[in-house]
Nanobody
Framework: VQLQASGGGLAQAGGSLTLSCAAS????????MAWYRQRPGNERELVAS????????????SESVRGRFTISRSRDNTDKLMILQMNTLTAEDTATYYC???????????????????WGQGTQVTVSS
């Protein structure tokens, strides 16, 4: 299976962008999803994550994006995995953004496959100040 991140582009400081992540096959179940980013000259860092739990999803954000970014699980039961709504963008948000899924089950019926961890290719976000 492959993950496809989309929605990146150029935005002005203070503006918004919405990133989406979709799988190449129909999603049956996923335990964890996350967005990471890699800024120029820096290591890849976690931006936001959702982890399934007994009492519901547990959502976490990095300090640098909390209050501005919102991660959400896609509920349309297809190949769409998650969305990252990014508001009040700053130049510091300029980075390549990657989606990640953990314990991902795709397919249907007897044609299901499980993947422990899958990474999507990056989508570039550039914020002009």
């Amino acid at each position: 299976v492959q993950l496809q991140a989309s929605g990146g582009g150029l935005a002005q400081a203070g503006g918004s962008l919405t990133l989406s992540c979709a799988a190449s096959r129909r999603i049956f179940n996923v335990d964890s999803m996350a967005w990471y980013r890699q800024r120029p000259g820096n290591e890849r860092e976690l931006v936001a994550s959702i982890r399934s739990g007994i009492s519901g999803d547990r959502v976490r954000y990095s300090e640098s994006v909390r209050g501005r970014f919102t991660i959400s699980r896609s509920r349309d039961n297809t190949d769409k995995l998650m969305i990252l709504q990014m508001n009040t963008l700053t130049a510091e948000d300029t980075a390549t953004y990657y989606c990640n899924a953990g314990n991902l089950v795709v397919g249907a019926g007897a044609r299901r496959d499980r993947y422990l961890e899958v990474w999507g290719q990056g989508t570039q976000v550039t914020v002009s100040s």
